[in-house]
Structure formats: C-alpha cells, structure tokens
C-alpha cells in the first residue's frame, strides 16, 4: 500500500521557471512533511519541511503548500535553476506520538526535475 | 559537524556471499535508521535504532538481513547469502531527539551478480 503518491514522475522546466511537485498522502496520522533533493549517487538531502499547523512555508526559492483537508502537500521551486536539476522526494512521518518506528519516514516515488536553459 | 558516513560506498559481490557495511551517525544523534532504494523508487525504511536498541524491524528485513548498534555509536548491516534482488542502495540517516529532522548519509550501493 503506497501511503504517499508522488507526480509527476518528471518534470521538465525552462530556466527561471516554477517547478511544482505535488503529493499526496493517505494516513491522517502523518504530522511531519519533508521534501529531498537526491543527486545521482549521492544520498538524499534535506530541503524544506512542513507541519500541518501551517498550510505554507518558505526557504529562498522552496516554497511549500500544504492542504490538509485534502490531504495533499506541493513543492514550488521558484526561479528554477540548471543545477536544481535533481531527483526530488517527499516524505511524511508521524511525530505527534513516539511509534516503535521512531517516527520513519515514508517516501514517495520520486520526480526527476530537469531544468533546461 | 560531520554528515552522516558510510563505507563502503560501493560494493559488488557474487550471490550467496556475505557482506556488511557500517554507518556512523552525526555525533550525538541516538536514533540510527537504515533505508534501502531501489533505483527510481524512493527509500524504503528498513530498521530504526535508538542509542544500542533496535525497537522496530520492517516486513523487508528477512532474516538474512540483520543490524547491530554497539554501545549506541555507529551501526552495522549484514546481508548473509545475498541475492540479485538484494541489488539497492542501502541508506543510514540519523536524527537528534529534540529534533524532527532526518539526515541521510551518502549511501552503499550494492550489486549482486
């Protein structure tokens, strides 16, 4: 059962566009909200995270919009970038309640963004 | 402030062979997590740890698989007999107690041939 649905698969932009990454997610107990930013071979990166007590947050050009009514939370890449060409992943974990799990993350499956110039 | 390390970053292995590769956490982060991706998915979790415990193991981890955190520090994960589907990247990531914040290491790419 995928808990968190990622689109699109990939996303091509022109330089100095917005990128939009939308998710959505079933489990109402989720209360944490993270994007990543994976490079190839490296390991994910923290962007910008999200609680649902606000419904947007912003870092530079990262923007997110989170809609908890229905479930579902974007990423806004402003004036996007050649090196802002990655594979970018949201994530959502529980927090309110310390689980055996130790609040992990559940990772969608992923959009490949490339920015053109 | 040192990331999350992993070794080896690379490792290719014939199937039914063992092998093992070790995370250490930032300093002072007792929760210890290892994930696994498989490429053009996102990471699965795989086990969490706090400090030397390990409190919760997924359905993925079959018992060939197993994970160790002595003395609360760094972590190792041991796949006995590997198979052509054990063929991923394995991810550690750790995270501080007073914080929600999850940071993952640069990860182990296994190949099974």
């Known amino acids: 059962q995928q808990q968190v649905k990622q689109s699109p698969q990939s996303l091509i932009v022109q330089k100095g566009g917005i990128s939009i990454i939308n998710c959505a997610y079933e489990?109402?107990?989720?209360?944490?909200f993270p994007w990543y930013q994976q490079f190839p071979g490296k390991g994910p990166a923290l962007l910008i995270a999200i609680r649902p007590d606000v419904s947007e947050k912003k870092e530079g050009r990262f923007t997110i919009s989170f809609n908890k009514s229905a479930k579902q939370f974007s990423l806004h890449i402003m004036d996007s970038q050649p090196g802002d060409s990655a594979t970018y992943f949201c994530?959502?974990?529980?927090?309110?309640?310390?689980?055996?799990?130790?609040?992990?993350?559940?990772f969608g499956t992923g959009t490949q963004l490339k920015v053109e110039l | 402030d040192t990331g999350v390390s992993q070794d080896p970053r690379h490792k290719i292995t014939k199937r039914g062979q063992n092998v093992t590769f070790r995370c250490d956490p930032i300093s002072e982060h007792n929760r210890l997590y290892w994930y696994r991706q498989t490429l053009g998915q996102g990471p699965e979790f795989l086990t969490y740890?706090?400090?030397?415990?390990?409190?919760?193991k997924s359905r993925l981890l079959s018992d060939r698989f197993s994970a160790e955190r002595p003395k609360g520090s760094f972590s190792t994960l041991e796949i006995q007999r590997t198979e052509q589907g054990d063929s991923a990247m394995y991810l550690c990531a750790s995270r501080a107690d007073s914080s929600y914040e999850q940071y993952f290491g640069p990860g182990t790419r296994l190949t099974v041939t």
């Open positions: 994530a959502a974990s529980i927090e309110g309640i310390l689980t055996g799990g130790g609040n992990k993350l559940t």
């Open positions: 489990n109402t107990a989720f209360d944490y």
């Open positions: 740890f706090q400090n030397e415990a390990q409190l919760e």
